[in-house]
């Protein structure tokens, strides 16, 4: 209480406030009452994961809920795919693009690996027996860096211009054939070694020449008999 509230008889608020708060602290109504604890009512572990509402482990990967058909990318559309005669292949197709992609990429691994191999033979073959450990490897391992990407990249070369013109001239004869394997193969090869002269010309378009045809031939057979032993189970 200040001498002003002394002076004029005033009462202090916060006597007033105090006061009050006692009167409802002491309030016999405002009375609290914990009920008794049960324990066969509190749920354990196992009824909360064995609930109704449980969440499903499988909803918390990042693909959940997507199907093959909500996604573009993951099958290719009949209607695209190329309709030209002969050309179904090994894998599915929708034109010269995907032909390019698929035979570069598989010959140019393939070649690399038969390279490395190569390679990896001819440096151990040149290094003797009874030298270093250390100096054999360094040997198996600057021949294959030789012969792997030497033989690789030419390779994907070949594969490269082979499928461009393969699809040329399947696309103006209206169809996909061994004769157009094989003289794509030449073409081919021929134009891979024609700064070499006409008789490694010749070599390169033969040997590119009877790849090709190998293959197609191979592939032609194996796709028909398998369509013969689907007729004879069926």
Not at 35 to 55: E, M, Y
């Amino acid at each position: 209480m200040t001498i002003w509230d002394t002076l004029t008889g005033r009462k202090s608020s916060q006597n007033s406030s105090s006061g009050s708060s006692t009167a409802t602290l002491q309030d016999p109504a405002d009375t609290f009452r914990p009920q008794a604890f049960d324990p066969t009512t509190a749920q354990d572990v196992s009824s909360f994961l064995s609930g109704p509402n449980t969440f499903d482990p499988s909803q918390l990967h990042p693909l959940a809920g997507l199907s093959q058909d909500t996604l573009d990318y993951i099958s290719l559309e009949e209607s695209a795919l190329s309709d030209l005669p002969g050309s179904k292949s090994a894998l599915p197709s929708r034109g010269w693009s995907d032909d390019l992609c698929y035979g570069t990429g598989i010959t140019y691994l393939s070649a690399l690996s038969i390279g490395g191999a190569w390679g990896l033979a001819e440096g151990l073959r040149k290094t003797p027996t009874s030298a270093p450990p250390k100096l054999r490897l360094n040997s198996a391992l600057n021949a294959i860096t030789r012969r792997g990407p030497f033989l690789g990249n030419s390779a994907g070369v070949v594969a490269m211009v082979y499928n461009g013109v393969n699809s040329t001239i399947g696309y103006y004869r209206g169809k996909h054939d061994a004769t157009n394997s094989i003289a794509a193969g030449g073409l081919s090869g021929m134009l891979f070694k024609s700064t070499r002269g006409v008789r490694p010309m010749m070599i390169s378009g033969g040997l590119v020449a009877t790849i090709a045809g190998a293959w197609a031939v191979g592939f032609t057979s194996l796709k028909m008999g398998n369509t013969l032993n689907c007729s004879d189970a069926g």
